[in-house]
């Protein structure tokens, strides 16, 4: 019988470390997303370009440019919308 009782207070201390554990996580990344504030960008592109496409993939906002010179991917971050990266095409002479 005092095992039983020992193994039920056991589950029991089990139970509320898991449940504030998990409050704990949500009061943490509640508090650390805050808020979303506006961002704002001008992009130069280059003569004669035009967007075809735009998109978002995951957390970035992905643009596609079409221009005299080839087609280039440019993305973005989308919180912050720094450049992350670009990618160019060009056809073999």
Known sequence: MARVKLLMALSGVATFLGIAVVLGVVGYRVSKSGGSTESELTVQ???GSRITATAVAGER???????????EIRSFDAQ??????????ATEP
């Open 80 to 89: 912050t919308l720094k450049p992350a990266g670009r990618l160019r095409f």
């Open 61 to 71: 906002v992905v643009l596609t440019i079409e221009s005299p010179a080839g087609i």
């Open 45 to 47: 592109l280059p003569k």
